[in-house]
């Protein structure tokens, strides 16, 4: 009784829907690998320049949030903490778009030529 009034219910949530949604997510997996492995030509190319365009501008918001720090002579910061507290956002929104480039051009490795 006790250990239930400590949680929010998502160990609940989980007991009951964790198989749904792993089957779900699996389902999704496996849609998305069969995508990528048959992609050729023209949609490829458009998925490569998708994820370029991704990583540059992710990097770019990256710098721009950092560059206050860079200014002052910390080049090896890392972390939110490190960037200005105004600037988090464009540090954080960099990183995902950055990432998501990342994990794109990734699964472009999948394909046949």
Known sequence: M???????????????????ITVILAAVAGKA?????????????????????????GGTLIVYAKLPVYRGGRF??????????HLQGFYCWGWRA????VVLALCLLLSRP
């Open 2 to 20: 006790d250990r239930q009034s400590r949680s929010n219910g998502l160990e609940t949530f989980f007991e009951h829907w964790g198989l749904l």
């Open 33 to 57: 690998l069969t995508f990528f492995m048959a992609l050729s030509g023209a949609p490829w190319i458009w998925f490569f320049v998708a994820s370029f365009a991704l990583m540059v501008v």
């Open 76 to 85: 090896f910061t890392f972390g939110l903490k490190s960037v200005p507290a």
């Open 98 to 101: 950055f990432l998501f480039g």
